[in-house]
């Protein structure tokens, strides 16, 4: 299946849930409108509120309303957008998806409120939901990618991180909202226990996938593809799991070569890592955990019934390892 195939299953849904963004977008104050259009209409694939939709048509959604689940899938892409205008901040990021992020375009204070309007339109959207169920979800999953990004923020240039820590954040920072929408997506449809815990885990494991060969990009990836600088996570002295096995299994002068770079942050030393990096079997060994969480995912979702929704997730879960940007 093609990604277009996967977008085509959801198509009408998916229209909706673009037209919903711009309205709800809307306010008195233009650099609200300004900072947020920015951002939504830089790219990025959707694929949260993708899993939204994608989960509520493999149950069927004979338990709910058709419209609600556009609402849901708008109000996912609210709250990941609120992530990444604060995350840009954080990390003094200047470009994103290929063009400037909204801190460099209008400056740190602008991006961090306007994060948190999306944030606050968000909730306003979730009590139009009316399901106190998914808003226990979304609000525990706030919660919990606020504290993996500390926890990040807490482990900047620091080399001694363990795999098992690094695995703790990225569940919190990025496959917690993978969870959460393919969670709350099942949720609002009226989905069985049965059904409900098989996307649940469904999410997680695709978000785990998902950020591991992010983390494979920044060694690997073309900038231009990528829409972000190579070596950012370097640059920025984050401990990813490709330097983390390069530590544990390169020589002890590769291992103090990245442990220096990682405390001093900066790119002075980055082609060198990064065909060190190459040559250790460090891309291999995250590669191999993403496609074990995408063996996960699909195992997790056996149980449903076949439909061209789940054939949509499992190929989408594909598109996680197989993707160059």
């Known amino acids: 299946m093609l990604v277009k195939d996967i977008y085509t299953v959801v198509e009408k849904d998916f229209d909706q849930v673009n037209q919903l963004i711009i309205d709800q977008l809307r306010s008195d104050v233009p650099m609200v409108e300004k900072i947020g259009q920015h951002i939504i209409e830089s790219g990025g694939k959707r694929m949260r509120p993708l899993l939204v939709l994608l989960a509520s048509k493999a149950l069927n959604?004979?338990?709910?309303?058709?419209?609600?689940?556009?609402?849901?899938?708008?109000?996912?892409?609210?709250?990941?957008?609120?992530?990444?205008?604060?995350?840009?901040?954080?990390?003094?990021?200047?470009?994103?998806?290929g063009k400037a992020t909204a801190n460099a375009k209008?400056?740190?204070?602008?991006?961090?409120?306007?994060?948190?309007?999306?944030?606050?339109?968000?909730?306003?959207?979730?009590?139009?939901?009316?399901?106190?169920?998914?808003?226990?979800?979304?609000?525990?999953?706030?919660?919990?990618?606020?504290?993996?990004?500390?926890?990040?923020?807490?482990?900047?240039?620091?080399?001694?991180?363990?795999?098992d820590k690094y695995m703790d954040v990225i569940q919190g920072k990025t496959a917690?909202?993978?969870?959460?929408?393919?969670?709350?997506?099942?949720?609002?449809?009226?989905?069985?226990?049965?059904?409900?815990?098989?996307?649940?885990?469904?999410?997680?494991?695709?978000?785990?996938?998902?950020?591991?060969?992010?983390?494979?990009?920044?060694?690997?990836?073309?900038?231009?593809?990528?829409?972000?600088?190579v070596g950012d996570d370097l640059a920025e002295g984050k401990t990813t799991l490709p330097l983390i096995f390069t530590m544990k299994n390169g020589t002890k002068e590769q291992a103090t070569l990245i442990r220096q770079a990682i405390r001093k942050g900066g790119t002075d030393?980055?082609?060198?890592?990064?065909?060190?990096?190459?040559?250790?079997?460090?891309?291999?060994?995250?590669?191999?955990?993403a496609q074990e969480h995408v063996a996960q995912a699909n195992q997790a979702i056996a149980c449903l019934a076949d439909s061209p929704a789940k054939e949509a997730l499992n190929a989408l879960a594909e598109l996680a390892i197989s993707r160059s940007h």
């Open 61 to 97: 959604n004979t338990s709910s309303e058709p419209s609600q689940h556009p609402l849901l899938a708008g109000i996912i892409e609210f709250l990941h957008t609120a992530t990444l205008l604060h995350d840009d901040v954080v990390d003094t990021s200047d470009m994103r998806r």
């Open 269 to 289: 030393n980055l082609a060198e890592i990064v065909s060190i990096v190459q040559e250790c079997g460090a891309i291999d060994y995250t590669n191999q955990k």
């Open 176 to 229: 917690m909202l993978f969870e959460a929408s393919s969670h709350s997506g099942a949720v609002l449809a009226g989905a069985t226990a049965e059904q409900e815990q098989a996307l649940k885990l469904y999410g997680h494991h695709l978000g785990m996938a998902f950020q591991l060969v992010d983390d494979v990009l920044d060694y690997v990836g073309n900038a231009e593809e990528l829409g972000k600088n």
């Open 106 to 163: 209008f400056g740190n204070a602008p991006s961090v409120l306007v994060g948190d309007f999306l944030y606050s339109r968000a909730f306003q959207m979730m009590v139009n939901l009316g399901s106190m169920r998914v808003m226990d979800i979304l609000s525990s999953a706030t919660c919990v990618i606020a504290e993996g990004e500390v926890m990040q923020l807490m482990n900047v240039k620091n080399p001694d991180l363990t795999e």
